[in-house]
């Protein structure tokens, strides 16, 4: 992050810390949320965070916090290394389920009265997309009767830079992966693009 700062600033550029809610004290939650979560340890800037879990479990993720929770009321089911390939609606076009695959690879259906799509911005849209039926409504995917779906989607807004250095070792593993710095002297992109000469410059 020094290195990143102190060469921006050379360069005239503006870094700065990149905000992030990272535990800096053991926190537990307060009404009205859920209080049966139990309290989570502060942050121990490890540096695995950002791909794996948290051995302190201090990271802010269901793992830790909601799925406990669920399991000890005894109503929930977690099924692990399971993929679901399609959300599956009936003919009046209401939401019955999902069918996946089991970790035998075998197809399963799970009926449900709510579904909640949460795996992240590509693969909600890719099962969308997938899950059309023969006709009627839903013959582009699910929800996307316009047509739109998967045609405007951004996941992080930002692009991220390592590097190497000859004469200086970095421990790559302390600090969390939110610890960072960054630039926004390069979005100069809030302007109308009607009549510019590139692709999607018109709405």
Do not use: W
Request: aromatic share 12%; proline share 5%.
């Amino acid at each position: 992050m020094e290195f990143f700062a102190k060469a921006c600033k050379k360069l005239g550029y503006h870094p700065y810390d990149t905000p992030a809610g990272i535990l800096s004290q053991p926190y537990q939650p307060a009404a009205p949320f859920d209080t049966r979560i139990g309290e989570r340890p502060a942050c121990v800037y490890c540096g695995h965070c950002n791909f794996y879990g948290c051995h302190v479990q201090a990271k802010a993720v269901t793992l830790y916090t909601t799925i406990p929770v669920a399991i000890e009321t005894g109503n929930f089911d977690l099924k692990t290394n399971c993929r679901v390939f399609r959300v599956n609606v009936d003919s009046a076009g209401e939401v019955t389920g999902v069918s996946y695959f089991d970790p035998e690879g075998s197809v399963q259906k799970q009926r449900a009265r709510t579904i909640i799509l949460s795996a992240f911005v590509f693969e909600n849209v890719h099962l969308l997309l997938l899950s059309k039926t023969e006709g009627g409504p839903f013959a582009k995917g699910l929800a996307n009767s316009s047509g739109l779906v998967g045609r405007y989607i951004l996941a992080h807004g930002h692009v991220r830079a390592m590097g190497l250095f000859d004469d200086y070792i970095i421990n790559g593993f302390i600090g969390p992966g939110s610890a960072a710095m960054r630039i926004d002297d390069f979005n100069g992109n809030n302007f109308d693009h009607n009549g510019l000469a590139f692709i999607r410059a018109e709405p």
